[in-house]
């Protein structure tokens, strides 16, 4: 039995990204689409998110623009593609404070949000230094920050330090310290609940932006993986390739598992459909008794 469906939605895209953010050292190896998406993941009585995206206004806007993103829809358009209403998510997992992931919390009113305690107190330290050290704010908006700290304020902020099992029956939260970001984190669905669960599911976050990343650039499917990490990192590539390891070993070394929400060719991977606002919504997998959301 299936505990949980799992959804991953694009909420806007860059049309043209830079390979060498995406690939470690890929720097003469041309642009790709680079999707922007949050996970939602339904059952067990819950709705929760991982991750949400950011809202088009204000310095989100100006940080948007920068990366070149384009058509960006809110949580509630998106949203509505699979029947789900922002009100009623309870859960919001955030893999790391880039704005892309954390830059929506208010659209999210009725939601309780877990965060590693030291990606957010390490990003209020990178707030403290002079600018000429900025670059490790380069997608970071720092009013996001400081609504993480009002969620504190108002009881909804979950700071936690390391892996947790079972945040939600059957959902883990592990972390990756000094990687991506200084305290960025991957969230592990168990979805028939048990200890040793074979139906899990690993949602990456930015740990591994594409498929390369865990296979290599170029590979062919049947050859041995070879990691290939995320460009962009405040932490160390080393330490993203060990968080792959760790991510692998935790479904079997089934790469079809762990699911990076940043890969156009998930659509090639597992059922999807373009909305009308030409957006993807693809369905990972389905709780027992849903229907599917992409199928006519």
């Known amino acids: ?14 049309k043209n990204y830079h390979k060498s953010g995406v690939l470690y050292g890929a720097h003469n190896q041309g642009f790709v689409k680079l999707p922007y998406c949050y996970v939602v993941i ?5 709705i929760a998110m991982v991750d949400v995206g950011y809202n088009d206004k204000d310095y989100g806007k100006v940080l948007g623009d920068r990366f070149g993103v384009e058509n960006w829809r809110s949580p509630t358009t998106v949203l509505a593609e699979i029947g789900v209403k922002p009100e009623e998510v309870d859960t919001c997992f955030i893999t790391h404070a880039h704005f892309d992931h954390f830059g929506n919390v208010e659209d999210f009113p009725n939601a309780k949000f877990y965060i590693q305690e030291r990606e957010i107190a390490k990003w209020v330290w990178a707030m403290s230094l002079p600018d000429r050290l900025r670059w490790m704010m380069v997608a970071v908006d720092p009013g996001d920050i400081v609504r993480g700290a009002d969620l504190a304020r108002q009881k909804r902020l979950v700071t936690v330090n390391g892996a947790v099992s079972d945040v939600l029956p059957g959902i883990d939260l592990h972390a990756a310290d000094d990687s991506h970001t200084w305290g960025s984190m991957w969230v592990t669905v ?5 200890a040793q669960s074979q139906d899990t599911w690993v949602l990456a976050g930015d740990l591994v932006y594409v498929f390369d990343n865990i296979h290599g650039p170029g590979a062919a499917v049947d050859e041995k993986e070879v990691y290939t990490p995320v460009g962009l990192a405040v932490g160390s590539q080393t330490n993203l390739v060990l968080a792959t390891e760790a991510m692998m070993k935790q479904v079997g070394y089934d790469s079809h ?35 599917s959301k992409v199928s006519a």
């Open 1 to 14: 039995m299936s505990d949980y469906s799992i959804w991953v939605c694009e909420y806007s895209y860059v």
């Open 42 to 46: 339904k059952g067990r009585d819950h």
């Open 190 to 194: 168990r979805n028939d609940g048990q």
């Open 257 to 291: 598992r762990v699911i990076p929400v940043h890969e156009e060719r998930l659509r090639d991977t597992f059922p999807s459909r373009i909305t009308k606002d030409g957006l993807r919504i693809t369905e990972i997998c389905l709780a027992d008794g849903e229907s």
